[in-house]
Structures are given as C-alpha cells and as structure tokens.
T-cell receptor, first 114, second 119 residues
Framework: GAGVSQSPRYKVAKRGQDVALRCDPI?????LFWYQQALGQGPEFLTY????????KSGLPSDRFFAERPEGSVSTLKIQRTQQEDSAVYLC????????????FGPGTRLLVL | AQKITQTQPGMFVQEKEAVTLDCTYD???????LFWYKQPSSGEMIFLIY??????QNATEGRYSLNFQKARKSANLVISASQLGDSAMYFC????????????????FGRGTQLTVWP
C-alpha cells in the first residue's frame, strides 16, 4: 500500500515569500504529525491533528507557521514571510490512531530560504 | 520534561559484525514507548523497532533488537550481522503514553548516530 507522501520534495524560497507544504497520510490513518528537522539535528515536533482537529500546536515556532487538515486527510503546513532560519526538512508522519501506535513518516520536504 | 540522549555522533562497524547504538532517556511519566528509526541519505524516517515501558521482554525485529534497561533508563539498539545498506543515521525517540492531554502523541527525538558499515 502507499505510504505517506509529501510534496514538493524540494522548495527554494526567497526570504519573505510564503510557502505551502503538502502531506498525504496513509489512507485511514487518524493521526497526523508535522516535524521540523534542522541540519544535523533530530526532528522537532511542530503540530498534531486527530482527524480534522488540531489538538496540539505547541511546537509551531511562530505565528508565521500555520497548519490545517480540513477534511481529516490531506494536511498543509503553511509558512508565511519565510526567514532563513526556516530552512530545514519538514517531515510529516501519520499513525492509525492515538495511543502508542507507530508513526510512519513521509520523505520530507527540504526547504531552503535564500 | 522528556529528553533523549544519543552520545555517539558516529559509529563504524565492519560488514557482518554486530553494533550497539546507545540511547538514554529521561521522563517522569510511568508509561512511555521507545522507538528507533533509520534515516538514509534520502531523508525518509524508517521505523525499525518499538519497546513499551511495561513490556517484560526486550523487543526484537529480525536483525534488530532493543536492549531495554528500565532502571538505567537506557534503550540501546543492537544490529546483528551488519550490512552495507545499514549505513544511515539512526534516531532514538520516545513518546509518553499516559493521558496527559495534548502531550500525548508527539515524539521526542535524540540527535542521532551516523552509522557507517565498511566492507
């Protein structure tokens, strides 16, 4: 079966530009997570959805970051007025439900802000 | 607060040998899960193995086993019979499982260990 997919795989943005990153979770997975991975670091939690409800957004670094999952499937992470420090790999993960289940990750979107 | 520590930035092992990647964790939560993921240069995080805090036996998945020592708060990954394709970054991660509201679900990652397998 299809795994988690993300698009685009690579994105180069000029500072100040808005970007939108897409995540298609595994079909039927209720939970969806976004993580940010800076170069040489482990992933850091950004936000979490259960179906269409955003239950935790405590990891979003600023109000320039916004995530949505309007129909409980595809999710979009939007970054407004990008800054150089936003350069990172953005990973999306999904799990069947909440409660200890394994999270399965997509290939990530590599964002470079110039 | 939850914390994962991986003290080995890089490890080298010869093909067909076994290697242990270290992971220690810190949490005050009594119920938690520990994960190991592999991240090749392509970037995708690949799930390897899971250990629950109340599991009595150490987890095993093929060539991967998790050496879980609860009192020492360590969860080391053992890879037996290393293969060239095992060369990658390896991350240890934890999530709390008790009902603490919105903290439930998120994974806390270490900084990773870069494993290089040489022929």
């Amino acid at each position: 079966g299809a795994g988690v997919s993300q698009s685009p795989r690579y994105k180069v943005a000029k500072r100040g530009q808005d970007v939108a990153l897409r995540c298609d979770p595994i079909s039927g997975h209720v939970s969806l997570f976004w993580y940010q991975q800076a170069l040489g670091q482990g992933p850091e939690f950004l936000t979490y959805f259960q179906n269409e409800a955003q239950l935790d957004k405590s990891g979003l670094p600023s109000d320039r970051f916004f995530a949505e999952r309007p129909e409980g499937s595809v999710s979009t992470l939007k970054i407004q007025r990008t800054q150089q420090e936003d350069s990172a790999v953005y990973l999306c993960a999904s799990s069947l439900a909440l409660g200890g289940e394994t999270q399965y990750f997509g290939p990530g979107t590599r964002l470079l802000v110039l | 607060a939850q914390k994962i520590t991986q003290t080995q930035p890089g490890m080298f092992v010869q093909e067909k040998e076994a290697v242990t990647l270290d992971c220690t964790y810190d949490t005050s939560d009594p119920s938690y899960g520990l994960f190991w993921y592999k991240q090749p240069s392509s970037g995708e995080m690949i799930f390897l193995i899971y250990q629950g805090s109340y599991d009595q036996q150490n987890a095993t998945e093929g060539r991967y086993s998790l050496n879980f020592q609860k009192a020492r708060k360590s969860a080391n990954l053992v890879i037996s019979a290393s293969q060239l394709g095992d060369s990658a970054m390896y991350f240890c991660a934890m999530r709390v499982l008790s009902d603490r509201g919105s903290t439930l679900g998120r994974l806390y990652f270490g900084r990773g260990t870069q494993l290089t397998v040489w022929p």
